[in-house]
Protein backbone atom coordinates (compact mmCIF):
# COMPACT_ATOMS: atom_id res chain seq x y z
CA UNK A 1 0.00 0.00 0.00
CA UNK A 2 1.41 3.73 -0.48
CA UNK A 3 0.61 6.32 1.60
CA UNK A 4 -0.22 9.01 -0.87
CA UNK A 5 -2.53 11.97 0.30
CA UNK A 6 -5.48 12.44 -1.90
CA UNK A 7 -5.02 16.31 -1.39
CA UNK A 8 -4.10 19.10 0.75
CA UNK A 9 -7.61 20.09 1.77
CA UNK A 10 -9.43 17.42 1.66
CA UNK A 11 -13.73 16.87 1.07
CA UNK A 12 -15.87 13.87 2.28
CA UNK A 13 -15.76 10.89 -0.17
CA UNK A 14 -18.83 10.09 1.28
CA UNK A 15 -22.06 10.94 3.35
CA UNK A 16 -25.22 9.34 4.51
CA UNK A 17 -28.00 10.84 6.01
CA UNK A 18 -30.43 9.61 8.53
CA UNK A 19 -33.83 10.57 8.81
CA UNK A 20 -32.98 10.61 13.06
CA UNK A 21 -29.90 10.02 15.60
CA UNK A 22 -26.91 7.93 14.40
CA UNK A 23 -27.34 6.33 17.56
CA UNK A 24 -24.39 3.22 16.96
CA UNK A 25 -22.65 1.22 14.64
CA UNK A 26 -20.69 -1.82 14.09
CA UNK A 27 -18.38 -2.95 11.26
CA UNK A 28 -19.03 -6.10 9.61
CA UNK A 29 -16.72 -8.44 7.35
CA UNK A 30 -16.75 -7.96 3.32
CA UNK A 31 -15.94 -4.04 3.88
CA UNK A 32 -19.76 -3.02 5.67
CA UNK A 33 -21.01 -1.12 8.41
CA UNK A 34 -24.19 -1.61 10.05
CA UNK A 35 -25.96 1.40 12.14
CA UNK A 36 -28.76 2.11 14.54
CA UNK A 37 -30.82 5.05 14.36
CA UNK A 38 -33.19 6.59 17.19
CA UNK A 39 -36.36 8.70 17.13
CA UNK A 40 -36.53 9.83 20.82
CA UNK A 41 -39.46 12.26 20.15
CA UNK A 42 -41.40 9.50 17.69
CA UNK A 43 -39.80 6.58 20.05
CA UNK A 44 -39.07 4.30 17.01
CA UNK A 45 -35.81 2.52 15.70
CA UNK A 46 -34.53 1.71 12.54
CA UNK A 47 -31.22 -0.01 10.97
CA UNK A 48 -29.20 0.50 7.59
CA UNK A 49 -26.09 -0.72 6.35
CA UNK A 50 -24.16 0.62 4.35
CA UNK A 51 -20.54 -0.37 2.15
CA UNK A 52 -17.62 1.47 3.54
CA UNK A 53 -15.52 2.43 0.82
CA UNK A 54 -18.07 3.40 -1.31
CA UNK A 55 -20.48 4.63 0.98
CA UNK A 56 -23.76 2.68 -0.97
CA UNK A 57 -26.46 2.16 1.17
CA UNK A 58 -27.65 -1.71 0.95
CA UNK A 59 -30.25 -1.59 2.65
CA UNK A 60 -31.74 0.87 5.26
CA UNK A 61 -34.90 1.44 7.70
CA UNK A 62 -35.37 -1.80 8.66
CA UNK A 63 -38.10 -1.97 11.52
CA UNK A 64 -39.48 -4.06 13.72
CA UNK A 65 -43.13 -4.57 15.31
CA UNK A 66 -41.57 -3.35 18.80
CA UNK A 67 -40.76 -0.18 17.33
CA UNK A 68 -38.46 0.99 20.45
CA UNK A 69 -37.30 -1.49 22.49
CA UNK A 70 -35.02 -3.26 20.32
CA UNK A 71 -31.50 -3.04 19.50
CA UNK A 72 -28.34 -4.31 17.39
CA UNK A 73 -27.02 -7.14 19.54
CA UNK A 74 -23.94 -7.95 17.65
CA UNK A 75 -22.25 -8.55 14.17
CA UNK A 76 -21.00 -12.30 13.49
CA UNK A 77 -19.41 -13.56 10.50
CA UNK A 78 -22.09 -11.76 7.73
CA UNK A 79 -24.82 -11.82 9.76
CA UNK A 80 -26.02 -9.24 12.13
CA UNK A 81 -27.94 -10.33 15.38
CA UNK A 82 -30.82 -8.32 17.07
CA UNK A 83 -32.76 -8.17 20.26
CA UNK A 84 -35.03 -7.13 22.07
CA UNK A 85 -36.00 -6.97 25.68
CA UNK A 86 -37.04 -8.94 28.33
CA UNK A 87 -39.18 -5.92 30.05
CA UNK A 88 -39.55 -2.52 28.89
CA UNK A 89 -37.20 0.02 30.69
CA UNK A 90 -35.34 -3.12 32.13
CA UNK A 91 -31.32 -3.77 30.46
CA UNK A 92 -32.06 -7.58 29.97
CA UNK A 93 -31.93 -8.98 26.47
CA UNK A 94 -34.31 -11.57 25.16
CA UNK A 95 -34.97 -12.94 21.90
CA UNK A 96 -32.38 -12.99 18.62
CA UNK A 97 -33.11 -12.47 15.17
CA UNK A 98 -30.80 -12.49 12.68
CA UNK A 99 -30.77 -10.97 9.60
CA UNK A 100 -28.13 -11.19 6.24
CA UNK A 101 -25.82 -8.44 6.25
CA UNK A 102 -25.68 -8.27 2.22
CA UNK A 103 -29.32 -8.31 1.77
CA UNK A 104 -30.78 -7.46 5.23
CA UNK A 105 -33.07 -10.34 4.67
CA UNK A 106 -33.92 -12.25 7.55
CA UNK A 107 -32.62 -15.80 8.11
CA UNK A 108 -34.32 -16.73 11.62
CA UNK A 109 -35.70 -15.70 14.92
CA UNK A 110 -36.17 -17.35 18.50
CA UNK A 111 -38.03 -15.30 20.91
CA UNK A 112 -37.34 -17.77 24.01
CA UNK A 113 -33.30 -17.08 24.04
CA UNK A 114 -31.16 -14.56 24.88
CA UNK A 115 -27.39 -13.85 23.66
CA UNK A 116 -24.58 -14.93 24.93
CA UNK A 117 -21.49 -14.78 23.42
CA UNK A 118 -20.68 -16.28 19.41
CA UNK A 119 -18.34 -18.88 18.64
CA UNK A 120 -16.95 -19.75 14.88
CA UNK A 121 -20.33 -20.40 13.14
CA UNK A 122 -22.52 -20.77 16.47
CA UNK A 123 -24.57 -18.33 18.53
CA UNK A 124 -24.67 -19.52 22.10
CA UNK A 125 -27.30 -18.60 23.93
CA UNK A 126 -29.74 -18.85 27.06
CA UNK A 127 -33.04 -19.34 28.83
CA UNK A 128 -33.58 -18.67 32.62
CA UNK A 129 -35.89 -21.43 33.96
CA UNK A 130 -37.22 -21.80 37.47
CA UNK A 131 -34.59 -23.53 39.19
CA UNK A 132 -32.19 -23.34 36.63
CA UNK A 133 -29.92 -21.65 33.12
CA UNK A 134 -29.82 -23.61 29.56
CA UNK A 135 -27.59 -23.12 27.60
CA UNK A 136 -28.21 -23.16 23.49
CA UNK A 137 -25.34 -23.64 20.77
CA UNK A 138 -27.34 -22.54 17.59
CA UNK A 139 -26.22 -22.51 13.81
CA UNK A 140 -25.52 -18.77 13.11
CA UNK A 141 -26.66 -18.92 9.50
CA UNK A 142 -29.28 -21.39 9.87
CA UNK A 143 -31.17 -20.67 13.42
CA UNK A 144 -31.05 -24.92 13.52
CA UNK A 145 -30.35 -25.82 16.93
CA UNK A 146 -27.15 -27.62 17.53
CA UNK A 147 -26.88 -28.41 21.35
CA UNK A 148 -28.57 -28.10 24.63
CA UNK A 149 -26.88 -27.75 27.77
CA UNK A 150 -29.32 -28.14 30.57
CA UNK A 151 -27.43 -30.02 33.21
CA UNK A 152 -24.33 -28.00 33.22
CA UNK A 153 -23.00 -25.07 31.55
CA UNK A 154 -19.59 -25.56 32.25
CA UNK A 155 -18.35 -26.26 29.65
CA UNK A 156 -19.95 -22.73 27.60
CA UNK A 157 -18.42 -20.94 30.50
CA UNK A 158 -15.35 -22.51 29.52
CA UNK A 159 -15.84 -21.82 25.66
CA UNK A 160 -16.58 -18.36 26.97
CA UNK A 161 -12.98 -17.78 28.85
CA UNK A 162 -11.46 -18.59 24.80
CA UNK A 163 -13.68 -15.70 23.01
CA UNK A 164 -12.68 -12.29 22.49
CA UNK A 165 -15.34 -10.33 21.30
CA UNK A 166 -15.45 -6.69 20.37
CA UNK A 167 -18.13 -4.10 19.79
CA UNK A 168 -16.02 -2.65 16.66
CA UNK A 169 -13.97 -4.54 14.34
CA UNK A 170 -10.32 -4.81 15.35
CA UNK A 171 -9.96 -3.29 11.54
CA UNK A 172 -11.35 0.15 13.03
CA UNK A 173 -9.28 2.42 15.68
CA UNK A 174 -10.50 4.46 18.26
CA UNK A 175 -8.85 7.47 19.47
CA UNK A 176 -7.24 8.03 22.51
CA UNK A 177 -7.04 10.80 25.42
CA UNK A 178 -4.73 13.63 24.75
CA UNK A 179 -2.50 13.34 27.88
CA UNK A 180 0.50 15.99 27.27
CA UNK A 181 3.17 13.92 28.96
CA UNK A 182 2.35 10.92 26.94
CA UNK A 183 2.50 12.08 23.04
CA UNK A 184 5.23 13.46 20.78
CA UNK A 185 6.21 17.00 20.26
CA UNK A 186 4.63 17.43 17.24
CA UNK A 187 1.34 16.69 18.08
CA UNK A 188 1.25 18.93 21.40
CA UNK A 189 2.30 21.47 18.93
CA UNK A 190 -0.38 20.31 16.53
CA UNK A 191 -3.11 20.43 19.66
CA UNK A 192 -1.79 23.81 21.32
CA UNK A 193 -1.99 26.02 17.99
CA UNK A 194 -5.52 24.93 17.55
CA UNK A 195 -6.92 25.17 21.22
CA UNK A 196 -5.16 28.27 21.74
CA UNK A 197 -7.42 30.74 23.46
CA UNK A 198 -9.86 28.27 23.68
CA UNK A 199 -12.57 27.62 26.60
CA UNK A 200 -12.99 23.54 26.39
CA UNK A 201 -15.03 20.79 27.88
CA UNK A 202 -13.62 17.15 28.29
CA UNK A 203 -10.90 15.60 27.04
CA UNK A 204 -8.61 16.44 23.37
CA UNK A 205 -8.80 12.71 21.66
CA UNK A 206 -6.51 12.30 18.76
CA UNK A 207 -5.32 9.50 16.41
CA UNK A 208 -2.19 9.23 14.41
CA UNK A 209 -1.46 6.99 11.66
CA UNK A 210 0.61 7.12 9.10
CA UNK A 211 2.03 10.31 8.77
CA UNK A 212 -2.00 11.88 9.61
CA UNK A 213 -3.16 13.25 12.67
CA UNK A 214 -6.19 13.49 13.39
CA UNK A 215 -7.94 14.98 16.77
CA UNK A 216 -11.05 16.44 18.18
CA UNK A 217 -12.11 19.10 21.10
CA UNK A 218 -15.23 20.66 22.33
CA UNK A 219 -15.52 24.11 22.34
CA UNK A 220 -17.62 25.77 24.79
CA UNK A 221 -20.21 28.44 23.53
CA UNK A 222 -23.04 30.39 24.81
CA UNK A 223 -26.27 30.09 22.52
CA UNK A 224 -28.93 33.59 22.45
CA UNK A 225 -30.30 32.67 25.64
CA UNK A 226 -26.62 32.46 27.49
CA UNK A 227 -26.83 29.21 27.92
CA UNK A 228 -23.62 27.36 27.96
CA UNK A 229 -23.54 24.41 24.96
CA UNK A 230 -20.56 22.60 23.28
CA UNK A 231 -19.35 22.14 20.04
CA UNK A 232 -17.58 19.80 18.86
CA UNK A 233 -14.70 20.21 16.25
CA UNK A 234 -12.57 17.66 13.84
CA UNK A 235 -9.10 18.39 12.65
CA UNK A 236 -7.01 16.74 10.31
CA UNK A 237 -3.15 17.64 9.54
CA UNK A 238 -0.84 16.23 7.42
CA UNK A 239 2.52 15.75 9.50
CA UNK A 240 5.32 15.95 6.84
CA UNK A 241 4.67 19.68 5.88
CA UNK A 242 2.33 20.57 8.97
CA UNK A 243 -0.39 21.08 6.37
CA UNK A 244 -3.98 21.26 7.30
CA UNK A 245 -6.36 18.85 5.17
CA UNK A 246 -9.37 19.39 6.59
CA UNK A 247 -11.76 20.86 10.36
CA UNK A 248 -15.28 20.95 9.97
CA UNK A 249 -17.75 21.52 13.06
CA UNK A 250 -19.05 17.74 13.64
CA UNK A 251 -21.77 18.72 16.83
CA UNK A 252 -23.06 21.99 17.31
CA UNK A 253 -25.33 22.84 20.76
CA UNK A 254 -24.26 20.02 22.50
CA UNK A 255 -25.01 19.32 26.41
CA UNK A 256 -22.50 17.59 26.97
CA UNK A 257 -18.96 15.74 26.04
CA UNK A 258 -19.46 13.28 23.64
CA UNK A 259 -16.23 10.66 23.43
CA UNK A 260 -15.00 8.68 20.59
CA UNK A 261 -16.68 11.04 18.17
CA UNK A 262 -13.94 9.38 14.70
CA UNK A 263 -12.51 6.56 14.56
CA UNK A 264 -10.27 4.96 11.22
CA UNK A 265 -10.95 1.82 9.02
CA UNK A 266 -8.41 2.51 6.61
CA UNK A 267 -7.82 4.50 4.43
CA UNK A 268 -10.86 6.65 6.00
CA UNK A 269 -11.91 8.42 9.14
CA UNK A 270 -15.20 8.47 9.48
CA UNK A 271 -17.79 10.55 12.14
CA UNK A 272 -21.06 11.66 12.36
CA UNK A 273 -22.07 14.50 11.98
CA UNK A 274 -24.62 16.92 13.62
CA UNK A 275 -25.99 13.60 14.99
CA UNK A 276 -27.43 12.24 11.35
CA UNK A 277 -25.03 12.71 8.85
CA UNK A 278 -22.01 9.41 8.53
CA UNK A 279 -19.41 11.05 6.50
CA UNK A 280 -16.55 9.52 5.28
CA UNK A 281 -12.93 11.36 4.43
CA UNK A 282 -10.49 9.11 2.64
CA UNK A 283 -6.50 10.10 3.94
CA UNK A 284 -4.45 7.78 1.46
CA UNK A 285 -4.82 6.40 -1.80
CA UNK A 286 -4.33 2.22 -1.42
Known amino acids: MFS ?16 SIIWRMMLAEQGTLVGECRDPENKAASFFCLEISTGKVLWKDLRFDEKWWV ?110 EEVDADIIAFVKKETKGKELSGRVEYLRHDGVLVFNMHIQKRDDAERLMLENNLIVYRLSDKKRMFADVIGRNLAGYVPDSFFL ?15 AIRLWKS
Open 265 to 279: RYPFVLFIKDQRILT
Open 4 to 19: LFKSVRLSPAWTYSAD
Open 71 to 180: GIETVRKNVVLFHAFAKPDMPEHKGIRAFDIASGVELWRNDDVAYWFGHDRRVVAYRDFFEKRVGYEIDLHSGVLLKTHDTSLEELHALRLQVSEEQISPEATLPEIFVE
